[in-house]
């Protein structure tokens, strides 16, 4: 199992006092010791840092500890391999050009029997199930659209190709194009949108507490995506079991919920992580 | 202007001597200061690092000195933007992926009216004739080949597009999958292959001297690549103008000479790059 973060927002926003409570549980407050991985978008472009450390120790994520990068879009990943080999090419989040935009995507989970066509535009490098997933959702996106399509109706074919991978197993993930942020819950997967007025936050991992009302202003929207909750004095919401999220500027544009939503609880959800060897 | 290196060995090699020579250009001892960037192969894998901040004295650039990551293709980048916004989406190398290798891409010149149509497979992000000059080259030989041909068909093929691409201008360049590099030289660029008897070498931009002999093995065999030598005790051989060269294991293994070769002096070639006002 592993767990994943990601950050939507309508201003330029540093992601250090999420990050820091969240690398932590790469080798401190949790186990999650083969690697990570977290990418900024910066306008059009993208900054990536992988690393085979444990987060907790790693010199890569003290850099971007340091450096306080602004993004209004990040994804990252922190990996702990019940199977499969541990290598930079296996290392979420992956990337790839689309419609000439990149594409930021981390997966949670693990699906089985997966195992698409190869595709013409996007192949996998590595050989994890999460790439080929990825892969194959750009294929079919990239196949049925020459550009990008308006927002609603790429929302909806998004929607379609993700009911035909869940059905291979897990399937949490984060997907972004610098712009948009897509989240889908297979299991668990959590989020909480900041705005003003804006309060004080304690990280659960860490005695760390920022006051955010001194580090914004009154327009300022975040969204912050997380398997788990970060903080322990707000509230975050639950994405439903199978619900598909859009994020854009920090708020929820669009979702596609079932008829009939569901919520695991942390321990069902963690339970069936472990039973099916979830191992991204 | 700008410069380039690369390093192409047979065993995975750290680059931090030729590096700190390196980014001392950007910012020291030449003014190369509009952000740098460098991509470690590590296996199939790719490490990517961006900056828009003078290699001299950017905290990525300590991170990658301190890190001393070994890797055996590595592709580096610094900028002196004459004309062109600064952006990450502009920093090079760029990446894209290709038959399911990842393939990396550093540009030093200037290209005229080089504007192809738009590509089926690979699309800019940024604006630079870089990056298109790039997604020109794959998206040639992504079209003609469903799968990477052999060396030589593949090296003849990158040679005809070469040809094409440098009718426009100054195309002095970097590329690699992370087994074999190709470089092209319109006006500047060097190599070195360094294996055994291995001796000391001296930075020409920094009091700084390394003994290879210590920390090789005999077997060993590196080839560094750049823009202008690195080091001023050693023999750097220099590619004739519209030569392009294909490294693999340290080594070159096939080489598209002009029938007349001409070889610039560095005053001459910086001289025309100023002319033209190369920008990358």
Chains 1, 2 share one sequence.
């Not at 409570?21 to 059009?44: A, M, S």
């Not at 500890?65 to 930079?88: D, M, P």
Request: proline share 4%; aromatic share 10%.
């Amino acid at each position: 199992m592993c767990q994943l973060l990601g950050m939507n927002c309508n201003t330029p926003t540093d992601i250090v006092f999420s990050f820091e409570g969240f690398r932590r549980r790469g080798g401190l407050t949790d186990h999650h010791v083969d690697g990570f991985g977290i990418g900024f978008f910066e306008q059009k472009g993208i900054r990536l840092f992988h690393d085979d450390k444990p987060s907790a120790g790693s010199p890569v994520a003290d850099l971007i500890k340091a450096y306080q990068i602004k993004s209004e879009n990040v994804i990252a990943h922190i990996r702990k391999a019940t199977s499969g080999q541990t290598s930079l090419a296996n290392t979420h989040p992956f990337v790839r050009e689309m419609w000439g935009e990149y594409w930021l995507f981390a997966h949670n989970g693990h699906l089985s029997g997966f195992q698409p066509a190869q595709g013409r535009f996007y192949r996998p490098v590595g050989n994890t199930d999460s790439e080929r997933a990825f892969c194959f959702i750009l294929e079919s996106l990239r196949s049925r659209f020459d550009d990008r399509p308006d927002t609603e109706t790429l929302f909806a074919e998004v929607a379609a190709l993700v009911r035909r991978v869940r059905a291979h197993g897990l399937f949490n993930f984060i997907l972004s194009n610098g712009d948009m942020m897509f989240a889908h819950a297979s299991t668990l997967l959590h989020y909480i949108v900041r705005k003003a007025p804006f309060g004080e936050a304690h990280l659960l991992d860490d005695d760390i507490a920022v006051d955010f009302a001194a580090v914004t202003t009154p327009d300022d929207r975040v969204a912050v995506i997380a398997t788990l909750p970060l903080t322990a004095n707000e509230t975050w919401h639950q994405l439903a079991c199978d619900e598909l999220v859009l994020f854009r500027d920090g708020a929820i544009l669009l979702r596609d919920t079932p008829d009939s939503p569901r919520y695991l609880s942390q321990e069902e959800g963690l339970a069936i992580a472990r039973a099916v060897g979830a191992s991204h």
